[in-house]
């Protein structure tokens, strides 16, 4: 049986964060793979599932990625500069995704919003899905992304719509924070 060179050199491996633990598989063409659940035996089973052939262990990218990570959760890192493999998706969910990694740390915009944006003014179910199918929660901020009116809804990762509250709290308290600093900063 021939290689399939998309699934050559994974590696996979599960850092625990104050939002649950992430569950990171990379490969040689950087990450393919970060998703939230709220425990370990689930996020090894539903990881052994999709990439059977991924042991544990460490390659550049997820080391590279755990540190990203965990400075995120310490509150100082709200721009992610990893190597994302964006090849296994249709040119629309790309698309929609890496709009995404534009938008501001702990800003909110809508399904409907981030559809016109990518020029689908109608797509808001479309975008839905695509953030439905996200294979890079955190990175790509899909809790970011609300219901009109800024309601609630939709999140597949760790305890869903929960994990989004907690992830966009947690993003507004470090902000208000770094805000007061600063604020303080030049009062002095």
Known sequence: MASDKNHEGLVCQLISTPAGWLGLVAGLRGLREIQLYTASPLALEQIAARFPEAPEGWCEALVEARKQLLEYFAGTRRQFTLPLDWGAMSEFRRCVLQRLQLLPYAAVTTYGQLAREVG?????????????????????????????????????????????????????????????????????
């Not at 439905?132 to 999140?155: D, Q, S």
């Open 120 to 188: 689908s003014p109608h797509g808001a179910r479309a975008v839905g899905a695509a953030m439905a199918a996200n294979p890079f929660v955190i990175v790509v901020p899909c809790h970011r992304v609300v219901g009109r009116g800024g309601r609630m809804v939709g999140y597949s990762g760790g305890g869903g719509v929960d994990s989004k509250k907690w992830l966009l709290n947690f993003e507004q308290e470090v902000a208000a924070a770094a805000s007061l600093e600063n604020f303080n900063n030049d009062a002095r």
